[in-house]
Structure formats: C-alpha cells, structure tokens
C-alpha cells in the first residue's frame, strides 16, 4: 500500500510554536522565580530564628549556669581593658555569686580606685509579680578613694518628678564589715553597716540598722510614697560620746521631700534640748527655720579651754535677709510689674526703667548688708548709702534709689532702705 506524501503534515522545527497558536506567546516562568523567592525568605527567617535562639541560650547560659556565669566575668574583664579585675569563686549571676579581690579603677585620671576583699551573695527574680528579692549580700572591707568628678551644679536640686520602681522590691539582709573612704590625705572609717528594705513598687521602706561612725553608732528607718508630693515619715538615732561622756540624739521625720520637717531631742552630759528644723531640701533656700531650746549646756565639755558654765540657749534661725528678699522679689508683685512694662512695649525707655529699677534692688541689698555687718552694741543698725563715686556706673541709672517704685503692680521699698 503507497501512502501519499503530499498528504501527511510536514515536520515542525524545534521551538516552533504548534499549530492553531499565533507566533510569539511563550509563557514566562513565574512560578519557577515565585518559588525561588519564597524558598531564599524562609531561609533566612530560619537562620535569624537560630541566631536569635542561640543568642537566647548562650543569655540563659550565662545567667543560669556557673560556667557561663565564669565565662562572661572572663569576657567583662577583658573587654574593659584593665578598670575590672578579680577572682569568681563560684555561682551564677541569676542566683548569687560569690567573687574574692574586686578592683575596679578609672583609667582616665581621675583618680577613682575602689577594691573589695571579699562578695558574697544570694538572690532570686520571681513573677507573678514581677519580685527581685536578695536574701543576702555581705561585703567585706571596701578601701575606695573617690576622684574628683569634672560635673559641678551650683544650682539647687530639681524635685525627680516619679519615684516608683518597675517591680517590687525585697532586701532582706545587706552588711559592709569597714568602709575606708580616702578623700586627700584623710581616711574617714565606717564600719558595722547591716540594712534592710523593701518596696511594693510605690512605698517603699528602709532601715539601717547599725553603722558605726568616727562619732558613733547611727540608726535609722524612713517610708516614702513614690509620688508627688513624695511624703515621708521616719525615725533617726545616735549615741556617741564626747569628751568621754555619753551623749544621745533621737528624730522624728515628717512632711514631704518638698516641705521636711525634723524634730530632734538630745540628753548627755548633763544638758538637755530639743530642735525643730523646717526645710524645703529642693528649693531656692533650703532652711527655712530652726527652733533651738537646749538647757545645762557647758561650754568645757565642747572646748576644754572654756570656762564652766551652766547655760540656757533659745535660739530661732532664719534664712538672711539678703535670701529671703532676693527670693521675694522674684515671686513678688516686682515681677509681675516689670513684666507688665516689658509687654507693654514701651520699647528702651521701659527697658531703662527695668534697668534703674534692677540696679536700686542691688543697692539696697548691698547697704543691707554693710547695715548687718556695721550693727551697733544696741543691735540697732545704722545703713549708710555709698558715695556715687564708689558706686559702679551703670547706663540709665538713676541718681537716688526711691523709696516706692512708679507704676502699677511695683514693689515697695521701706524709707530706712534708701535714706542717706
């Protein structure tokens, strides 16, 4: 049988495209590259997932572990470069450790050099709530010389806005044997310091319960709320001796870290008193006022050149004048009058008012002060105004300093402050 060639279809070329599809439509591989993509994603999710799990167990390790505990001592010495030094005998960083010849210096010259003999410590994190509890921590002799520090505030101290801590808080057993603080060329020994203390995150309480001074054994136990006004409440005590004679000190605290009032008795060597100390510890003036009431005070048993005497002392203590007026000024109606000149746009003519005005102030205070130190026998002081040529020369001054200040809202000055 003869098949005609004519009849059977010709032979398609590699790559030609079939029959019945036009030319040029060949499907592009997006599933190979999809494929490609997701498969390089989930590589390295899974080798971040290991790092971040290794970098889990090595933390977990060393905090759990005696041996990873030694291994990040040995690390945190070395990566310091000479300020960390000591011996780990044993423990782990998340129960307690104990560690033996700790010295820690400054490398940047400023003379900062502490060594401890001897740390050992016990403690636990617990949750549900979240508790740091230390059972005990005993410290040995601390030999620290403390250098000077380059950051100096001559300012008052700002009042912290919170003092709540992120978790509770329980010391239960905290003792230093001796303290050697070197400053210059004198040693001041503490020793025999035990303490104590817990916190709930908010009221937090701490006592000492022993430390031995160079003048006697100090006792002590405060509670504080930590937040504003923070007020607290607490009780401090002493006994010493002088001149080989007992003497005893016990207080009271009350009030607030913004306004503290103390109330302190003494007894010994025959003399009683009783002072009352009103302070604000954050303000502009930090005493406020001092009651002194003390009886059967001999000045021999202080001063052993001094005569014996039997005295009574009342005695109540106030900030200076020069304080207290330069405090007042800037809370008084002054203020606000001046403030009103500067808004009312007066322009440098208002600014040399402020100016003349601001220059009086200083004037009385400085003859206040020449008026205190000048006080005759009487007690009675006379104030005497400089001589223009001693006084600095100022532009817009003005020649006298009046006794009442022009406009509305100025301050009043009395007549004895600006009389010749």
């Given at each position: 049988?003869?098949?005609?060639?004519?009849?059977?279809?010709?032979?398609?070329?590699?790559?030609?495209?079939?029959?019945?599809?036009?030319?040029?439509?060949?499907?592009?591989?997006?599933?190979?590259?999809?494929?490609?993509?997701?498969?390089?994603?989930?590589?390295?999710?899974?080798?971040?997932?290991?790092?971040?799990?290794?970098?889990?167990?090595?933390?977990?390790?060393?905090?759990?572990?005696?041996?990873?505990?030694?291994?990040?001592?040995?690390?945190?010495?070395?990566?310091?470069?000479?300020?960390?030094?000591?011996?780990?005998?044993?423990?782990?960083?998340?129960?307690?450790?104990?560690?033996?010849?700790?010295?820690?210096?400054?490398?940047?010259?400023?003379?900062?050099?502490?060594?401890?003999?001897?740390?050992?410590?016990?403690?636990?994190?617990?949750?549900?709530?979240?508790?740091?509890?230390?059972?005990?921590?005993?410290?040995?002799?601390?030999?620290?010389?403390?250098?000077?520090?380059?950051?100096?505030?001559?300012?008052?101290?700002?009042?912290?806005?919170?003092?709540?801590?992120?978790?509770?808080?329980?010391?239960?057993?905290?003792?230093?044997?001796?303290?050697?603080?070197?400053?210059?060329?004198?040693?001041?020994?503490?020793?025999?310091?035990?303490?104590?203390?817990?916190?709930?995150?908010?009221?937090?309480?701490?006592?000492?319960?022993?430390?031995?001074?160079?003048?006697?054994?100090?006792?002590?136990?405060?509670?504080?709320?930590?937040?504003?006004?923070?007020?607290?409440?607490?009780?401090?005590?002493?006994?010493?001796?002088?001149?080989?004679e007992a003497v005893q000190v016990g207080g009271h605290l009350s009030g607030s870290l913004e306004n503290l009032i103390a109330e302190l008795d003494a007894s010994g060597m025959k003399l009683t008193g009783h002072a009352r100390v009103e302070a604000t510890p954050f303000g502009d003036v930090p005493l406020q006022r001092a009651t002194l009431t003390f009886d059967h005070i001999n000045p021999q048993a202080f001063a052993p050149g001094a005569p014996m005497a039997d005295l009574a002392v009342r005695a109540e203590l106030q900030p200076q004048l020069e304080e207290r007026l330069a405090v007042q000024a800037r809370e008084s109606n002054a203020v606000d009058g001046?403030?009103?000149?500067?808004?009312?746009?007066?322009?440098?003519?208002?600014?040399?008012?402020?100016?003349?005005?601001?220059?009086?102030?200083?004037?009385?205070?400085?003859?206040?002060?020449?008026?205190?130190?000048?006080?005759?026998?009487?007690?009675?002081?006379?104030?005497?105004?400089?001589?223009?040529?001693?006084?600095?020369?100022?532009?817009?001054?003005?020649?006298?300093?009046?006794?009442?200040?022009?406009?509305?809202?100025?301050?009043?000055?009395?007549?004895?402050?600006?009389?010749?």
């Open positions: 049988m003869t098949t005609d060639v004519s009849t059977q279809p010709p032979v398609q070329p590699p790559g030609a495209n079939p029959p019945g599809e036009p030319p040029g439509q060949q499907p592009p591989p997006r599933r190979r590259l999809g494929w490609l993509l997701l498969k390089t994603v989930a590589w390295m999710v899974a080798v971040l997932t290991l790092l971040l799990a290794l970098a889990v167990g090595l933390l977990y390790g060393a905090l759990t572990t005696e041996r990873g505990t030694a291994y990040a001592w040995q690390a945190a010495v070395k990566l310091l470069g000479g300020k960390l030094s000591g011996t780990l005998e044993r423990g782990s960083l998340a129960h307690g450790v104990e560690l033996r010849q700790v010295r820690w210096r400054s490398l940047d010259g400023s003379g900062t050099d502490i060594q401890i003999d001897r740390v050992t410590g016990r403690w636990a994190l617990a949750r549900e709530p979240w508790r740091f509890t230390i059972d005990y921590l005993h410290i040995g002799t601390v030999d620290a010389r403390i250098g000077s520090s380059s950051s100096s505030s001559s300012g008052p101290m700002k009042l912290p806005q919170d003092l709540r801590l992120p978790m509770q808080l329980d010391v239960r057993d905290v003792q230093v044997d001796k303290l050697l603080l070197h400053q210059g060329a004198s040693t001041t020994e503490f020793s025999r310091f035990v303490f104590h203390g817990r916190s709930d995150g908010r009221h937090h309480e701490a006592a000492i319960e022993r430390l031995d001074t160079p003048f006697g054994a100090v006792t002590a136990a405060a509670k504080l709320d930590g937040v504003r006004p923070f007020p607290l409440s607490g009780d401090i005590g002493y006994s010493g001796k002088v001149n080989d001046v403030r009103r000149r500067i808004g009312g746009g007066r322009g440098k003519r208002g600014v040399g008012r402020i100016r003349r005005r601001a220059v009086c102030l200083v004037g009385v205070t400085h003859r206040l002060r020449r008026a205190l130190r000048s006080s005759d026998s009487t007690g009675k002081a006379s104030v005497r105004r400089a001589k223009p040529s001693a006084r600095r020369a100022l532009p817009g001054r003005s020649a006298a300093c009046p006794t009442r200040a022009p406009g509305r809202g100025a301050a009043r000055l009395p007549a004895w402050a600006s009389a010749p």
